[in-house]
């Protein structure tokens, strides 16, 4: 994890890398990387803007990708409730995929679910969720108001 003070955006800057596996499909080894400046803005509900927010998709098979999508989930804390979701396309840029957004929201909802979704030329399997490799789920549950990566 790389943690540094950003002069020009006068916020924290954030990194955190994920590689997808456990699925023994085109996808694994598939590598996510997530680059954000953190910026406090304060108030009773600690409030702070993630921004920009960077994801760039290496795919492991680079040559059957067409395109994808990243999806960002936040839930209520005790109830699990969807608070807010979003989805964002992801672009083409030679052997990679990428996007850029900014997401707002409290320190009281401090985890976030990550989905990358990407389609391919791949005749059996046309569209696939990364997976994190040990909990086996389909999304990976990040942390943009602390440092990166989260388990739970």
């Not at 994890?1 to 955190?16: D, H, I, N, Y």
């Not at 109830?79 to 989805?87: I, L, N």
């Not at 850029?100 to 979704?117: G, K, L, M, R």
């Amino acid at each position: 994890m790389k943690t540094a003070q950003s002069e020009v955006l006068g916020g924290e800057e954030r990194l955190v890398i994920l590689k997808s596996g456990g699925t023994t499909s085109w996808t694994d080894g598939t590598v996510v990387e997530i680059r954000w400046t953190f910026h406090f803005e304060g108030s009773r509900a600690g409030s702070y803007t993630a921004a920009p927010v960077a994801v760039l998709v290496r795919p492991s098979n680079a040559q059957l990708v067409t395109g994808g999508a990243v999806q960002v989930l936040e839930r209520i804390l005790r109830s699990g409730v969807v608070a807010q979701k979003r989805e964002f396309p992801l672009e083409m840029k030679e052997n990679s995929l990428q996007c850029a957004f900014e997401w707002h929201s409290t320190v009281n909802v401090p985890e976030q679910e990550i989905s990358v979704q990407l389609r391919s030329n791949d005749s059996v399997e046309p569209t696939m969720f990364l997976r994190d490799p040990i909990s086996r789920r389909t999304n990976f549950v990040i942390a943009f108001s602390g440092m990166g990566a989260t388990r739970s």
